[in-house]
Nanobody, 126 residues
Framework: QVQLVESGGRWVQAGGSLRLSCIASGSSFSIYSAAWFREAPGKEREFVAAITRAGDTTDYAESVKGRFTITRNNAENTVYLQMNSLEYDDTAPYYC???????????????????WGQGTQVAVSS
């Protein structure tokens, strides 16, 4: 079992930056791939970014590529999402997820992950 707790979400003006953190506890976090998803009001939960268990490979949704960066520190059981050049459409609660590395091939889908955090709200004003 892995417990995930996100933090760092807040209100920010368009063009600004935020760094989200996800701290894991329980089983060894380093054996899992990790990802960030978001779920805007009235929309389905969507993939944002993912990172392999070793942190050597990443993947991004087209809408955030070049603006967001996912990283991890396995010694601290933490995954980060650095968000730059924020836009109004980035407004949503952001969720951290962890899943077995064997599902990396479906990393953009919810089914790749067994563990989810409660979310942290990001609000971007235009």
């Amino acid at each position: 079992q892995v417990q995930l707790v996100e933090s760092g979400g807040r209100w920010v003006q368009a063009g600004g930056s935020l760094r989200l953190s996800c701290i894991a506890s329980g089983s060894s976090f380093s054996i899992y791939s990790a990802a960030w998803f978001r779920e805007a009001p009235g929309k389905e939960r969507e993939f944002v970014a993912a990172i392999t268990r070793a942190g050597d490979t990443t993947d991004y949704a087209e809408s955030v590529k070049g603006r967001f960066t996912i990283t991890r520190n396995n010694a601290e059981n933490t995954v980060y999402l650095q968000m730059n050049s924020l836009e109004y459409d980035d407004t949503a609660p952001y969720y951290c997820a962890a899943g077995p590395s064997s599902r990396w091939y479906i990393r953009r889908f919810l089914a790749a992950y067994d563990y989810w955090g409660q979310g942290t709200q990001v609000a971007v004003s235009s």
